[in-house]
Structures are given as C-alpha cells and as structure tokens.
C-alpha cells in the first residue's frame, strides 16, 4: 500500500538513474534474512556486516549509553576517579550504591570508554572520561539534557505537531516563544543564561584561534548572553572596545560580568530586542556566536539585514554555530541539532552554503567558511560589509 504524499508538491519527477536504480535492488537483497545470514560467514563481507551491526546497533543502544554517563556525573565518579584509580570497593562506598549496582555501572561505564580497568581489580578514568572532569560546561549540558531526553520521548508526536507541541525545552529557553522577549525578568533568563555562558569558552576559543581580532577597534556582540565570548576576546586583544547587545535582562548580567572582570571602562551593554530595537552603532567587527540556530529563516534574515546596516562598509561579521554538513560531523546538525531544536520550538541547524547565500541577499560583499580546531562544536563563518 502507497505512502501518503500530503504536504508534498505533485509533480512529475524524472526517471531514476541506473545507478539509483541499482542501489535500490541492492538494499532489497541487503535487507533480506538470507542475505544477512550469508554475508555474515562470507570472509570477504564478515568484517563489513559485524561492523555495520555494531554501528546499528549502537544507535538503538544511544539513551542507554547518555544514561550512563549520566549516572556517572550524578554521582561524580570522574571527580572521584581524577587522582587515580580506586578499588570497586572504595567506588561503591563512595557512590553509596550496592556491590551489584557498582559493578553494573562500572561494566557499562569501561565499555564505553568512560572508565578503564587497571590491575588488580582497579578502575580508572578512561580516554573519554578523563576531560570530562574539569569540563564544567559540557558537565552543565549533560545534565541538562534531561529536559530533552523527556521532550523527545514521543518523536513522532513531536514530528507531527512541531513548534506547537508543548515542551519542557521551549518553557526552559523562555525567549524562543515569548510575545514580548524584552519584558523577561532576570529570574526567567538566570537558568539558560548560566548554561549559555557555562558552555560558551570552548567556542570563543575556538573562534578568537581562528580568526584574528586584532586589526579591529570595536567589537560588538549581539545576542551576546552574559558577555563570555566578549571577555575572552577582552582578555586576548587589550585595545579592543567591546559592546554586547541583549534582552534588558541579560544585558544587566553581562554589564556585571564585564565589569567584575576588568572590562567595566571599555565595555558597554544595551537591552533590547534585537528583531525590533536598533543596533549600537561603532563597531567595525560584529559578532553572531550561537545565536542563529535557533530562529527561523525570516528572522534570521532580518537580523543580519539589521547587522549590515549597523556595520560601516569594509566591517566584518563573525557568525560562530553548529553547521549542519559539516564534514566529519554531519550528525551534530542534521540529528542533534535538528531535533533539539524542534523540542525547543523555534529554528534549525543550516549548512554554509545557505547563510553564505543569506549573507548575500542581506547586503554583504563577500563571505568565506573559515576552519576551526573543532568543527563538531564551532563552524565558522567570516562576511564583509
């Protein structure tokens, strides 16, 4: 029986090429429980199979894996484990759980790469534990992913629904569904905030080691949160002027963090609402770090209309996000984000190509993707005015 097609264009595609035409008949064959059989014995195909069974299968397993390393942050077994290894004893005491409960978790913890074993019985932290230790930002995002694990519990009513499907995300992200963003008190802004700046350092490094700010005067940042993007970029290029545009209260948070940072003389915050209230003026270089992901195209395009005509010709814009495509980390955008974003209620993951051509119709010269040390957390993108 045919799939429906609602929603869809009907129109007449073109024949399939024969190589699609091949592929097809190829996956039917895959797909068949002799065919799976066979290619498991077959010498030439094993290793191929087995290693496609783990990678499936590794996918089914993927909310098992989280909760483990959950678990293990909630009970602050890296920290417990960051001088050195430990006898199973000492973690069972330590975490409070029973002999069973601390092998369980540990046997699930070593086989993900978290914790390792030693000799004689010990435990270790592992190649993927151990930099999670002193990581306060990607600790702060483990933890809060218990609001996503819980809106995505029902993916295809969430698929079905979309942004009008109520969720724990949107409450939490308060600005994505407010009528009236610029009226949210510090109290509403204070959780997401936190998180925000918490796992923001990783990025303004890998920015600030990518492109160079020091031929530039002034800098502002829109939708720049609590202002950690400016003060890393403070501390780097000491002559640099740095202005941050925000709702009025996280503006207020920012103002307090520059200034107890030392930036209080060269560093000015403005409230407003960035999708009606104009842009200070002054800058030569803006900044946009995380802040498209999560508004939709129309905005997204009012917005660097409002950056460009805030820029003086020959000013920069740096916008800093989560590419989708990005090579070698395709699924950070089209999986992750994607429906992370759905949960949240508002905006997507977009490749290069689409905010360079965004870039364009907004008014700016020229644009270029620039590499950054961690594509997986930070694409980069560099326009002139």
């Given at each position: 029986m045919?799939?429906?097609?609602?929603g869809?264009?009907?129109?007449?595609?073109?024949?399939?090429?024969?190589?699609?035409?091949?592929?097809?008949?190829?996956?039917?064959?895959?797909?068949?429980?002799?065919?799976?059989?066979?290619?498991?014995?077959?010498?030439?195909?094993?290793?191929?199979?087995?290693?496609?069974?783990r990678?499936?299968f590794?996918?089914?397993?993927?909310?098992?894996?989280?909760?483990?390393?959950?678990?293990?942050?909630?009970?602050?077994?890296?920290?417990?484990?960051?001088?050195?290894?430990?006898?199973?004893?000492?973690?069972?005491?330590?975490?409070?759980?029973?002999?069973?409960?601390?092998?369980?978790?540990?046997?699930?913890?070593?086989?993900?790469?978290l914790?390792?074993?030693?000799?004689?019985?010990?435990?270790a932290?592992?190649?993927?534990?151990?930099?999670?230790?002193?990581?306060?930002?990607?600790?702060?995002l483990?933890?809060h992913?218990?609001?996503?694990y819980?809106?995505?519990?029902?993916?295809?009513a969430?698929?079905?629904?979309?942004?009008?499907?109520?969720?724990?995300?949107?409450?939490?992200?308060?600005?994505?569904d407010a009528?009236?963003p610029?009226?949210?008190?510090?109290?509403?802004?204070?959780?997401?905030?936190?998180?925000?700046?918490?796992?923001?350092?990783?990025?303004?490094?890998?920015?600030?080691d990518?492109?160079?700010?020091?031929?530039?005067?002034?800098?502002?940042?829109?939708?720049?949160?609590?202002?950690?993007?400016?003060s890393?970029?403070?501390?780097?290029?000491?002559?640099?002027?740095?202005?941050?545009?925000?709702?009025?209260a996280?503006?207020?948070?920012?103002?307090?963090?520059?200034?107890?940072?030392?930036?209080?003389?060269?560093?000015?915050?403005?409230?407003?609402?960035?999708?009606?209230?104009?842009?200070?003026?002054?800058?030569?270089?803006?900044?946009l770090?995380r802040?498209?992901?999560d508004?939709?195209?129309?905005?997204?395009?009012?917005?660097?209309?409002?950056?460009?005509?805030?820029?003086?010709?020959?000013g920069?814009?740096i916008?800093?996000?989560a590419?989708?495509?990005?090579?070698?980390?395709?699924t950070?955008?089209?999986?992750?984000?994607?429906?992370?974003?759905?949960?949240?209620?508002?905006?997507?993951?977009?490749?290069?190509?689409?905010?360079?051509?965004?870039?364009?119709?907004?008014?700016?010269?020229?644009?270029?993707?620039?590499?950054?040390?961690?594509?997986?957390?930070?694409?980069?993108?560099?326009?002139?005015?």
């Amino acid at each position: 029986m045919p799939l429906p097609a609602a929603g869809f264009v009907d129109h007449v595609l073109p024949p399939a090429p024969w190589w699609e035409r091949v592929r097809d008949r190829w996956n039917r064959l895959v797909a068949t429980d002799g065919f799976q059989r066979w290619s498991a014995r077959f010498p030439l195909t094993a290793p191929v199979t087995r290693y496609r069974s783990r990678k499936l299968f590794d996918v089914v397993s993927g909310f098992v894996y989280t909760q483990t390393l959950l678990a293990c942050v909630e009970l602050r077994l890296f920290e417990f484990l960051a001088d050195g290894a430990r006898t199973k004893m000492e973690i069972a005491e330590f975490t409070g759980l029973s002999s069973s409960s601390t092998e369980r978790l540990l046997n699930a913890a070593v086989s993900l790469r978290l914790l390792a074993k030693r000799r004689h019985g010990r435990i270790a932290l592992g190649p993927l534990g151990a930099p999670v230790v002193h990581n306060t930002g990607l600790l702060a995002l483990i933890r809060h992913h218990r609001m996503a694990y819980g809106d995505l519990a029902d993916p295809v009513a969430l698929l079905r629904q979309g942004s009008n499907f109520s969720t724990e995300l949107s409450r939490y992200w308060s600005y994505a569904d407010a009528p009236s963003p610029q009226a949210i008190s510090d109290t509403r802004v204070e959780a997401y905030s936190e998180i925000m700046a918490a796992t923001l350092p990783p990025v303004a490094h890998d920015v600030l080691d990518a492109y160079d700010l020091s031929k530039h005067e002034c800098l502002l940042d829109v939708g720049g949160g609590e202002g950690v993007f400016l003060s890393h970029a403070g501390e780097r290029h000491q002559h640099l002027q740095l202005q941050l545009f925000d709702l009025p209260a996280v503006a207020a948070r920012a103002r307090t963090r520059l200034a107890n940072a030392g930036f209080g003389d060269r560093s000015t915050c403005h409230g407003g609402n960035f999708h009606t209230d104009p842009l200070p003026t002054g800058a030569d270089v803006c900044s946009l770090v995380r802040v498209l992901l999560d508004h939709d195209d129309a905005s997204v395009m009012r917005l660097l209309q409002r950056v460009r005509a805030t820029l003086p010709r020959g000013g920069t814009l740096i916008i800093a996000e989560a590419l989708a495509g990005a090579r070698g980390a395709e699924t950070v955008g089209d999986a992750y984000f994607s429906f992370y974003l759905l949960a949240m209620g508002k905006g997507r993951a977009r490749r290069a190509s689409e905010l360079q051509q965004m870039l364009q119709q907004a008014g700016f010269r020229k644009s270029r993707e620039v590499r950054t040390r961690f594509p997986i957390q930070t694409g980069l993108i560099v326009a002139e005015a």
